[in-house]
């Protein structure tokens, strides 16, 4: 998995800037800061290999279906 790095003096000045004084500012970034940091994000190198055994299902599958549509029609 992968992480996102955050901004927190960046994402303090905007608060500001929309009118939140400093402490309040500070403290909604680290509040958010602590909450995302325990998210984990899926990455796409992590779908494929989740779904590699999924694909190989799938054509097993569809390969018994197609070698039953076969036998009942020749």
């Known amino acids: 998995m992968s992480t996102v790095t955050f901004d927190t003096l960046k994402f303090v000045k905007t608060l500001k800037e929309s009118g939140f004084d400093e402490k309040q500012a500070e403290a909604i970034a680290a509040a958010y800061r602590d909450a995302s940091a325990d998210q ?18 799938l054509g097993v599958v569809m390969g018994g279906i197609i070698a039953l549509i076969m036998k009942a029609f020749f």
């Open 40 to 57: 984990e994000l899926v990455t796409k190198k992590d779908l494929q290999v989740e779904l590699a055994p999924i694909k190989v299902m």
